[in-house]
Structures are given as structure tokens and as C-alpha cells.
């Protein structure tokens, strides 16, 4: 379980204080069982509450605004959507213990899938195909700016400042070609549309190998969309990018844009959490990999 401290001002948090937290704001939920979970996520801890409920608390304060944008956007989002969305039960409010808003939610069934060892990579494409074009459809008209949905120039300073602490740690010269290949690449014309932002492993669950469920709507907004393009090489393998890059109707400046995104949170997320979270420095040297592996 990484409970390791990320973040300089992360605070601790245990099941001890979660339970009292719960049973203070939803005394008909005190007394049932709760345990922290084993997550990858850098924002929030997750402890499982009963069998059906999850408590979410941000670990650190720039994570507090993701929980009420989220508890705004989700009753909107979630029923548009073809898999599964957390459905929030209760907010807890700051106080004495803790400080920030906290939340809870129906607990959702499944597994992340593991990059590199999917049991259907192909029906796993399809399914993320058809959840990203169901959230492009939906109403955008009054949507929040995206965080992720504003142009990769505005990453540049972020790479190149990580780039400088990996070197010797993957091939800076190639990446720094990739990057500039994706910052050359036209900006989204079209009119902003919906987002989740952050469709990585850590934050898909699928079941029987099928995508049953996103979650972390902290970086959902409207913008452009090519950053939902980012599971091509977050998690599905080379052999169904076409498929999916095909389906989804992504042309060549939103595919490079796309690829540049994934390749920038991948590039400033290694030398972050290179020593304090194992799961996401491997998955930022895979999709590292997986891009420099790509001939176009």
C-alpha cells in the first residue's frame, strides 16, 4: 500500500480519524468496517467504508478544489456516460480534524487494467472509444475550462524543467524531439468540448477485461480534447492505436497533440514520484517508451 508522503504538505491520514470523521457527519454509517485502500492515486486517499462506500479525502490542498468541481459535474456527467461514474453519497465538511471538504461515494466493483497485460485490448479500445465520443457529445455550452484542455504550449516550461532531472534516466535528446514534434503541432480550432483529462490506468476499471467504470473527475472541464487521446499509450498497446485512433476520428494534429500530452504528464510525473510512488514512475517510463518506440 503507498501511504508514502508525496507531497511536503500532504497530511497524514489514517482509519482512525476517517471513522471519526464518518461517524461525526453520518452517524447511521459509524461502526461500519472501513479500510484504507491500496492506490496508486496522488491526490486523494480512499478508504472503504462497509461494502458498498468509498471515503475520498484530498491529501493535500491543491487537491481540495477537485472534490467540490467534481461533486458539481458529476450528476451531470455520469448518466451521458456508457460506463460507470462515481455517484457521491455525502460531502463531509472541514472541521477541527480535518480541514477540507471530503466525500463519499457508492463503492464501484472492478480492477485497474495493467498496461502491457490486458485480457482484450481490442474490446478495451472500442470501449474507450465510445466513452470518449459520449462525453465530446455532451452539452459543453456552460462547462468549466479544462484543466488539461488548454494548448501543450502551456507545459513547455513543466517538461523541459523535468527533462533536466532525468538525465542518464531515459534518452532526454529523443524525448526532447518528440516534444517539439507535438508543440509543432496545429492548435484545436474546433469549439472546446468535454474532457475527463486524466484517463490513465489508475483511474479505469474495467471487468472481464471491459472498461465498467471511470473515475477522478478532478480534471474533467471543457477544452480541447485531444487529452483524452492519452490512453493510446497509457494503456493500450501498439497494436490497437490504430484501431483506436481510426474509431475515435482523431486526425493528425489531434493525434500528435494527444501524444504530446501523454508524453508531458509521463515526463513531469517521473522525476515527482520517481521514490514515493512506484506504479506511476513505471507507467511514466512505459508510456516514455511506447512513444519513443513510435516510427511517426
Keep these: 500500500m503507498n501511504t508514502a508522503r508525496m507531497h511536503a504538505d500532504e497530511v497524514d491520514l489514517d482509519a482512525r480519524l476517517v471513522g471519526r470523521l464518518?461517524?461525526?457527519?453520518?452517524?447511521?454509517?459509524?461502526?461500519?468496517?472501513?479500510?484504507?485502500?491500496?492506490s496508486s492515486g496522488t491526490e486523494n486517499a480512499m478508504f472503504r467504508l462497509g461494502a458498498d462506500k468509498v471515503v475520498r479525502l484530498p491529501r493535500h490542498p491543491r487537491a481540495v478544489g477537485a472534490i467540490e468541481h467534481e461533486l458539481r459535474?458529476?450528476?451531470?456527467?455520469?448518466?451521458?456516460?456508457?460506463?460507470?461514474?462515481?455517484?457521491?453519497?455525502?460531502?463531509?465538511?472541514?472541521?477541527?480534524?480535518?480541514?477540507?471538504?471530503?466525500?463519499v461515494y457508492r463503492w464501484l466493483d472492478g480492477r485497474n487494467p495493467v498496461p502491457g497485460a490486458l485480457d482484450a485490448p481490442e474490446a478495451l479500445a472500442r470501449d474507450l472509444v465510445s466513452y470518449v465520443r459520449a462525453l465530446r457529445r455532451v452539452d459543453a455550452s456552460d462547462g468549466p475550462a479544462g484543466h488539461r484542455g488548454v494548448p501543450l504550449a502551456a507545459r513547455d516550461r513543466s517538461v523541459r524543467e523535468a527533462l533536466a532531472h532525468l538525465a542518464g534516466q531515459v534518452d532526454t535528446a529523443a524525448?526532447?524531439?518528440?516534444?517539439?514534434?507535438?508543440?509543432?503541432?496545429?492548435?484545436?480550432?474546433g469549439p472546446p468540448v468535454?474532457?475527463?483529462?486524466?484517463?490513465?490506468?489508475?483511474?479505469?476499471?474495467?471487468?472481464?477485461g471491459r472498461l465498467s467504470a471511470v473515475i477522478d473527475f478532478g480534471t474533467v472541464g471543457v477544452g480541447d480534447p485531444a487529452v483524452d487521446l492519452i490512453s493510446a499509450w497509457c494503456v493500450l498497446p501498439a497494436g490497437v492505436r490504430g484501431l483506436f485512433r481510426e474509431a475515435v476520428g482523431a486526425g493528425?494534429?489531434?493525434?500528435?497533440?494527444?501524444?504530446?500530452?501523454?508524453?508531458?504528464?509521463?515526463?513531469?510525473?517521473?522525476?515527482?514520484?520517481?521514490?514515493?510512488?512506484?506504479p506511476v514512475a513505471e507507467n511514466s517510463?512505459?508510456?516514455?517508451?511506447?512513444?519513443?518506440?513510435?516510427?511517426?
Design 175 to 189: 524525448v526532447a524531439r518528440r516534444w517539439e514534434q507535438a508543440l509543432g503541432a496545429p492548435e484545436h480550432s
Design 252 to 278: 493528425e494534429a489531434e493525434w500528435a497533440r494527444g501524444r504530446g500530452w501523454a508524453l508531458s504528464i509521463a515526463v513531469v510525473a517521473l522525476p515527482y514520484y520517481r521514490y514515493t510512488n512506484p
Design 73 to 103: 459535474w458529476l450528476p451531470r456527467l455520469g448518466p451521458a456516460l456508457p460506463a460507470a461514474a462515481p455517484e457521491p453519497l455525502g460531502r463531509g465538511e472541514p472541521g477541527p480534524a480535518f480541514p477540507w471538504p471530503w466525500s
Design 194 to 208: 468535454w474532457a475527463h483529462g486524466d484517463l490513465m490506468a489508475g483511474n479505469l476499471l474495467v471487468t472481464g
Design 285 to 296: 517510463r512505459h508510456v516514455i517508451a511506447e512513444i519513443l518506440a513510435e516510427t511517426a
Design 22 to 38: 464518518v461517524a461525526e457527519r453520518f452517524p447511521r454509517w459509524a461502526g461500519l468496517p472501513l479500510r484504507r485502500l491500496e
